[in-house]
């Protein structure tokens, strides 16, 4: 601390104890701070102490951490507030961010971790004056994600500060991890909620259609062409456009989407006039962006004009702690789907769903539990009820053809038989099953 005027917290928490134990670490540390048991005793006080930080608990006994910060933001723009809670749920954090808190903590809190928030939180605050505060961004509560590993709390926190911004956001992760998830997630929380969010699986589509879906085409375009038709960019409005799996996209592609990103304008398939879009773009992929650039495989002008907001979504075998979490809050869909009324999972069963890597991660964990919803008899699903597959496979066929092959051998069994179920769980046709089921007949 230098021998200006220490910069004074005011710490909100009705818990007494964890109060004391915050204000005796700040106050060794060089801080003045003032303690409140109660959100409507820190307004009270607020004016007269004139704290540069406010940390505070989101649930007390009357007016929540959270409407105190909306308070504080309305009228006080100099006044930075940490909100934490024991309850880390999506929500809270993201309508924390949004709301305008600094930064959101999840209890137990290390009192050493808020010295060293206390501390950036004033060092940013001088380079801040200079600049003028970030627009309040409107709140429109969500729930869409599961998590309390402290990355997910990291991708929460993110949404919630990327709600004001219109910023192109670049999701990176394997296969399942939820990366569509995450962009509704970003979406539904903007200020452009009601405006359309389209996702688009590039690997899904040849080029000419990937572009013709994207950017619409003229009459004549192409074979087929018998009209003309606006494409997705000009159809999504201010609202959001999802390009899942980019890193499998042609060199002639990133180099047209590049243009949109740059000029935010567009040539429909066959067109000569060129048109233009407000829509926001968020990309997708599982794959090493880096090597794909090293093998020219991907433009690097391109990653670098998707990554302005780049987040990481780690594999389910990185956060086990939150897989007890995810199969409970799964089960609720899980009933409505398969028409089972499971309730609860066995300690067993769980002790065997913590154990696996999930190589398919949170997707392949929700088609484990609907898979054992169906042979499940009763309320509650056992761990002989749970088939995992040994993701090593060390002895057979290790194609992906093949593994598709059993994937869908072992759904349709599951599914007592049913081709149609299969292909409702499996989320493609019958027809599609029933051509499955033929190959590994063969």
């Known amino acids: 601390m230098s021998d200006r005027p220490a910069p004074r917290i005011l710490v909100v928490d009705d818990d007494v104890d964890g109060l004391d134990v915050l204000k005796t670490r700040l106050v060794h540390a060089g801080y003045e701070v003032e303690t409140a048991e109660s959100a409507e005793k820190a307004l009270a006080r607020v004016k007269a102490f004139a704290p540069g930080l406010i940390v505070t608990d989101v649930r007390m006994s009357g007016m929540t ?19 934490m809670t024991a309850h880390d749920d999506m929500q809270t954090a993201v309508s924390a961010m949004k709301s305008g808190a600094f930064d959101f903590l999840v209890k137990p809190v290390d009192p050493k971790a808020v010295q060293r928030l206390a501390e950036r939180c004033f060092k940013e605050r001088e380079l801040a004056a200079l600049e003028g505060t970030p ?44 990366k569509e998830v995450i962009a509704r997630a970003i979406h539904e929380h903007s200020q452009h909620a009601t405006e359309p969010f389209i996702a688009v699986n590039c690997t899904a589509l040849a080029d000419t259609l990937l572009e013709s879906e994207l950017f619409g085409h003229v009459k004549g375009a192409f074979t087929g062409a018998a009209g003309a038709r606006k494409g997705y960019f ?25 243009r949109v990103l740059q000029e935010r304008g567009f040539y429909p398939v066959g067109g000569e006039a060129q048109r233009t879009t407000e829509a926001r773009v968020i990309a997708a992929t599982h794959q090493p962006i880096e090597r794909l650039i090293e093998e020219g495989r991907f433009r690097e002008d391109l990653y670098f004009r998707l990554k302005v907001v780049q987040i990481e979504v780690p594999p389910l075998r990185e956060r ?7 199969a409970a809050a799964m089960l609720g ?11 609860r999972i066995s ?16 997707r392949e964990l929700e088609n484990a539990l609907i898979r054992a919803a169906i042979v499940a008899r009763g309320t509650v699903i056992g761990a002989d009820h749970l ?23 072992l759904v349709f069994d599951r599914a007592g038989g049913d081709s149609a179920l299969a292909a409702k769980l499996l989320g493609v046709t019958k027809k599609e099953v029933d051509r499955r089921l033929a190959e590994s007949d063969d």
């Open 65 to 83: 951490g959270l409407e105190l910060l909306t308070k504080i933001r309305a009228s006080m723009t100099d006044v930075e507030v940490v909100v």
């Open 135 to 178: 627009e309040e961004a409107e709140v429109r509560p969500r729930s869409l994600l599961v998590g309390r590993d402290p990355s997910m709390i990291d991708i929460y926190k993110t949404i919630g500060a990327l709600a004001g911004t219109r910023a192109t956001v670049l999701i990176r992760g394997e296969t399942g991890t939820g």
């Open 234 to 258: 000009e159809l999504a409005g201010r609202g959001t456009i999802f390009l899942d799996e980019i890193g499998d996209t042609s060199p002639d592609f990133q180099t047209k989407l590049l």
């Open 320 to 326: 086990r702690g939150d897989i007890e979490i995810l």
């Open 333 to 343: 869909r899980i009933r409505e789907e398969t028409h089972r009324d499971v309730r």
């Open 347 to 362: 300690d067993d069963a769980m002790a065997r769903l913590a154990a696996y890597d999930w190589p398919g991660n949170v």
């Open 387 to 409: 088939v995992l597959e040994d993701s090593h496979h060390p002895n057979g066929d290790l194609t992906l053809v093949s593994a598709i092959r059993r994937h869908v051998r």
